[in-house]
């Protein structure tokens, strides 16, 4: 498929979102659009879906003019997209989410073994191995996304769009998808990618657009890019390195000590400590049960053996509110289902989580709340109309933002980071690690979890390596490199430290 876009301007009423942006993907090509949370990207491609309707310009097919009124214009048309939300029914089996409203019928049934026949030879081609009657949500998030791929070929898409496909895929998950992607150009398939992580679109892509401010700023092959130069080019001027200097101070008393922790299935006889002014690491794959061990802390489930200290005093922690008041901060892998309330304010979300100390006598005082929520959103450098704008409003790195600032905002001693740069854009994770860094040097303690092996080397003290639910290795952040972390994270050693 050769798509043409040419000139396409979006208006949300008063406000201009694109401006005369020009976007093509040439026959059987493999092309990025990147670009800053906020940049254009979403309504660049909700028009090219048929999700929303371009204020003016021309789209092209094969040089045919073309215009989608609706999704299904897009689809009849070759195109489909695979969203980073996936859009499949859990309890529904695999062969009823692949063909949902658009059933093979013959007459006035539904002809269950044309569509069996027919599931079978896509899934075929793309290596995939999956019972078609069993409950989607028995399979891994990274079959899920092979299950999405495989609806868009039913379809007989010609180009498909992947928005952030890889962000909670695992090593291995990652390496099927890219092999069925390749499949898929050798098919001659043209694909958009969207991805925050650019050694993915160096490896994949061979051209990249490039969108600022709701405008083109960039179309080149991907071989006269490189990384620095794409990043200049996102956000408007030279960023520097990825990561600001790691503050060197000498760590205090500590914060925290778990000895022994263990709750059945997740984790087991997990030890660790955290002392202020430190920044310490948690690695492994998804199931490792790093997450399950942050739950664990921060009272949202119990670890059922072992010991809990902080600052020196042995705590057991049976509910959030107790790990609040115990000074527990904690940032969510998974901001929009846990970490924010999306139809509210800024306002309303730093509130509700700081509502004991904004209250008084079951009534909120409106000029602390509004000097509250103005400080801690200006020190993590939230971008927003103002503190009223709805959450479902900001883009991705400001909504993680927000998050941030609500729970500094309980001024807590130790602040459990999970994923907090998934999905978002380069900009915004470094700012998000310059206030890592003012948080160390104001001696908080900060636990970090994270997937990008990168960001544990550019960020922490010390890192501890899970393997589904033990502790294979602690490692000091000095002189190391991602294969040592990877080595642990696959199982290659048992555990040792230093």
């Known amino acids: 498929m050769h798509l043409k876009m040419q000139k396409i301007n979006k208006f949300f009423g008063p406000v201009q979102v694109l401006f005369d942006v020009d976007f093509e993907v040439t026959p059987n090509e493999f092309h990025a659009l990147i670009g800053e949370n906020g940049a254009g990207k979403s309504t660049l491609v909700k028009i090219l879906t048929g999700i929303e309707q371009k204020t003016s310009g021309d789209v092209f097919i094969n ?18 997209i695979v969203n980073q939300e996936l ?12 063909f949902i409203c658009k059933e093979m019928t013959r007459g006035v049934f539904i002809d269950q073994d044309a569509q069996i026949k027919r599931a079978q ?39 498909i769009i992947l928005d952030e496909p890889t962000s909670a895929l695992t090593t291995k998950e990652i390496t099927q998808l890219f092999n069925v992607l390749k499949k898929l150009k050798n098919a001659g398939k043209s694909i958009v990618y969207i991805s925050h992580r650019l050694p993915e679109i160096f490896e994949l892509c061979e051209s990249i657009s ?40 000498a760590p205090g008393k500590t914060l925290l000590e778990a000895r022994n922790l263990t709750r059945q299935n997740e984790f087991e006889d997990i030890s660790f400590s955290l002392k202020a002014g430190e920044i310490i690491g948690f690695a492994g794959l998804i199931g490792a049960g790093r997450t399950e061990l942050m739950n664990a802390l921060f009272g949202v489930t119990q670890f059922e053996h072992g010991e809990l200290w902080i600052d020196e005093q042995k705590v057991t922690i049976k509910s959030v509110a ?26 309303n979300n730093v509130l509700y989580n700081n509502l004991k100390a904004l209250s008084k006598w079951g009534l909120v005082d409106g000029d602390k709340t509004s000097e509250l929520v103005s400080r801690s959103t200006e020190e993590v450098q939230v971008k927003s109309h103002s503190n009223a704008q709805i959450i479902n ?35 915004s994770k470094k700012q998000i690690y310059d206030l890592i860094f003012q948080l160390k040097k104001q001696y908080f303690g900060v636990i970090l979890v994270s997937s990008e092996l990168i960001e544990l080397l550019g960020v922490t003290d010390r890192i501890y390596v899970l393997r589904e639910g033990r502790l294979m290795k602690e490692l000091e952040n000095t002189q190391i490199k991602d294969e040592d972390i990877m080595v642990h994270m696959m199982g290659g050693n048992t555990y040792a430290r230093g």
């Open 393 to 427: 409003q900001l883009s991705g790195g400001n909504q993680q933002k927000v998050v941030l600032a609500k729970w500094l905002a309980t001024q807590p001693k130790i602040l459990i980071l999970d994923e907090p740069t998934r999905g978002i854009d380069v900009k």
């Open 87 to 98: 859009n499949l029914f859990p309890e529904m089996t695999v062969l009823e989410n692949l």
């Open 210 to 249: 490039i969108l600022r401010d709701g405008k083109l700023v960039k179309r080149s092959p991907l071989d006269r890019m490189d990384f620095n130069g794409i990043i200049q080019n996102m956000v408007g001027y030279d960023l520097g390195h990825l990561f600001p200097e790691k503050p060197v101070i």
């Open 121 to 159: 030879d896509v899934l075929a081609q793309l290596d995939i191995h999956v019972d078609l009657h069993a409950p989607v949500k028995r399979y891994s998030v990274g079959v899920q996304q092979l299950i999405e791929i495989a609806k868009a070929l039913l379809e007989d898409a010609q180009l």
């Open 322 to 347: 107790q790990a609040k008041r115990l000074g527990l901060g904690y940032v969510t892998e998974n901001r929009k289902e846990e970490g924010l309330f999306l139809d509210e304010s800024i306002t």
């Open 63 to 80: 040089d045919e003019p073309v215009q989608f009124k609706t999704v299904l214009d897009a689809e009849r048309l070759g195109i489909s």
